[in-house]
Nanobody, 128 residues
Framework: QVQLAESGGGSVEAGGSLRLSCAIT????????MAWFHQAPGKERDGVAV???????????ADSVKGRFTISQDNSKNTRTLVLQMNSLKPEDTAMYYC??????????????????WGQGTQVTVSS
């Protein structure tokens, strides 16, 4: 079992930055991929960034965030944390952001059903 808990959301003006964190507890060694998704009201949950934890650590980004967002791991302080650094934020980035983990080595970086663990989400609001 894996538990995920996001933090770091908030309200910023366009052009600002936020750093989201996802604390990972439980059997973290079982995780193949971790990702950040976002979901705006009335819209589907879409992938933002994914990191391959068990292979080469490669990352994939949605076209809309390339060059602005960075996904990384922070394993300091005896805790395992997934981080999403978000820079040059735009109003269209406004959404609930979710951390997700895949412990089944499912295919498809941004396929929602491929992730079997989810956090509760953290709200990001970007004003123009």
């Amino acid at each position: 079992q894996v538990q995920l808990a996001e933090s770091g959301g908030g309200s910023v003006e366009a052009g600002g930055s936020l750093r989201l964190s996802c604390a990972i507890t439980g059997d973290a060694s079982s995780i193949y991929h971790m990702a950040w998704f976002h979901q705006a009201p009335g819209k589907e949950r879409d992938g933002v960034a994914v990191a391959a934890l068990k292979s080469d650590g490669s990352t994939i980004y949605a076209d809309s965030v390339k060059g602005r967002f960075t996904i990384s791991q922070d394993n300091s302080k005896n805790t395992r944390t997934l981080v999403l650094q978000m820079n040059s934020l735009k109003p269209e980035d406004t959404a609930m952001y979710y951390c997700a983990a895949d412990s089944r080595s499912s295919c498809g970086a941004f396929v929602v059903k491929g992730y079997n663990y989810w956090g509760q989400g953290t709200q990001v609001t970007v004003s123009s």
